[in-house]
């Protein structure tokens, strides 16, 4: 009995993964490697004065994350220089989405003047490991006691179709309470973009 009820909660814990219910924030996550657009791997280990992140899980095909490379850029621009820099990972399926193939992400973020790091989740396993949603959904970590600990879920701000419109910058207002050594007062919204299709 005691085994039967092992495997179904390690069964449920694989499936939670899988389609991308998102675990409890002030979770830790490890560090991980992945190409960038302009041919090199890029791991959170390489900035070693970065004081937290925020991962931006995006792709190339999704018409709520082709609103987001300048809000990306902006908030790169702002935060990298206090030592929280966006990284960008596109983890989409490119068997069904051919937009989404490495060559077309170097294309768009040259295209597009890309500031920040887009890396290409070629296996999808980073994307799984994080349990990313949809396009975009947001991750800010922070470093606590020598570990990288889940602050913020969810979009990047209230308005992904209209920029002007934005009234809830969720993402920053996460960074500038962390900078300020206080608590995050929204640990977690509801990403709103183009559902992850995790192979099988």
Same mark, same amino acid.
């Given at each position: 009995?005691?085994?039967?009820?092992?495997?179904?909660?390690?069964?449920?814990?694989?499936?939670?993964?899988?389609?991308?219910?998102?675990?409890?924030?002030?979770?830790?996550?490890?560090?991980?490697?992945?190409?960038?657009?302009?041919?090199?791997?890029?791991?959170?280990?390489?900035?070693?004065? !970065?004081?937290?992140?925020?991962?931006?899980?995006?792709?190339?095909?999704?018409?709520?994350?082709?609103?987001?490379?300048?809000?990306?850029?902006?908030?790169?621009?702002?935060?990298?220089?206090?030592? &929280?820099? &966006?990284?960008?990972?596109?983890?989409?399926?490119?068997?069904?989405?051919?937009?989404?193939?490495?060559? +077309?992400?170097?294309?768009?973020?040259?295209?597009?003047?890309?500031?920040?790091?887009?890396?290409?989740?070629?296996?999808?396993? &980073?994307? +799984?490991?994080?349990?990313? +949603?949809?396009?975009?959904?947001?991750? &800010?970590?922070?470093?606590?006691?020598?570990?990288?600990?889940? +602050?913020?879920?969810?979009?990047?701000?209230?308005?992904?179709?209209?920029?002007?419109?934005?009234?809830?910058?969720?993402? !920053?207002?996460?960074?500038?309470?962390?900078?300020?050594?206080?608590?995050?007062?929204?640990?977690?919204?509801?990403?709103?973009?183009?559902?992850?299709?995790?192979?099988?």
């Amino acid at each position: 009995m005691y085994y039967r009820f092992v495997k179904i909660s390690v069964m449920l814990f694989s499936a939670l993964l899988l389609f991308g219910f998102s675990p409890a924030n002030d979770r830790t996550v490890d560090d991980f490697s992945l190409k960038n657009v302009n041919g090199k791997f890029v791991s959170l280990k390489d900035y070693s004065r !970065a004081k937290g992140f925020i991962i931006v899980f995006t792709c190339n095909h999704c018409p709520y994350a082709k609103q987001y490379p300048p809000r990306l850029n902006e908030l790169n621009k702002k935060y990298n220089r206090l030592g &929280v820099p &966006v990284i960008a990972i596109s983890s989409a399926d490119t068997v069904n989405y051919e937009e989404d193939s490495y060559a +077309k992400m170097v294309a768009k973020a040259k295209n597009e003047h890309f500031n920040f790091p887009y890396l290409f989740d070629a296996q999808q396993t &980073v994307a +799984k490991y994080f349990a990313a +949603k949809k396009t975009p959904h947001a991750f &800010v970590i922070w470093k606590e006691n020598g570990k990288w600990t889940v +602050k913020y879920s969810g979009a990047i701000d209230d308005n992904a179709l209209h920029a002007d419109l934005v009234k809830s910058h969720y993402v !920053a207002d996460a960074v500038d309470a962390l900078l300020n050594g206080k608590e995050v007062a929204t640990k977690e919204t509801r990403s709103i973009g183009c559902q992850i299709n995790f192979r099988k």
